[in-house]
């Protein structure tokens, strides 16, 4: 299950967007660990959105995953590898309020190895992007 970075929280005060840090697989395609994240704090969150929760029993912890839909008592939450859990078919419903906000920005660090100019291209061309909503996506998570 993802963590985020304590970060995310100190600033939240001050300033509408955040950032943190990815960690764990169960966003995997989607989003890898080390990625990191700009979100946006107080965001409507729609089906198929990514956000940022805390975690229903254990508040310290934060965690990403994929909105998929309201239902009562707050919203169902899936990561996008259905191999890793720790998501809403663990721990059911996320109330509203523990819903800090939603991705808007995935920025992927260059790895180590990635030397040659071809790698640093490919690289250069996929290591910034906006995390949009992907709607198909909640219709086929939803029916899991």
Known sequence: MPELSQETERGRAVLPFGAAEVTGPSMVPTLQHGDRLLLQYGARVRPGDIVVLRHPFQQD???????????????????????????????????????????????????EGQRSPFALALWALSAARPVLSVRSASRRLRAR
């Open 61 to 111: 912890l934060l965690v990403v995953k994929r909105a998929v839909e309201r239902r009562e008592g707050g919203w169902w939450v899936l990561g996008d590898n259905p191999y890793a859990g720790g998501d809403s078919t663990d721990y059911g419903t996320v109330p509203e309020e523990f819903v800090l906000g939603k991705v808007r920005f995935r920025y992927r660090p260059r790895k």
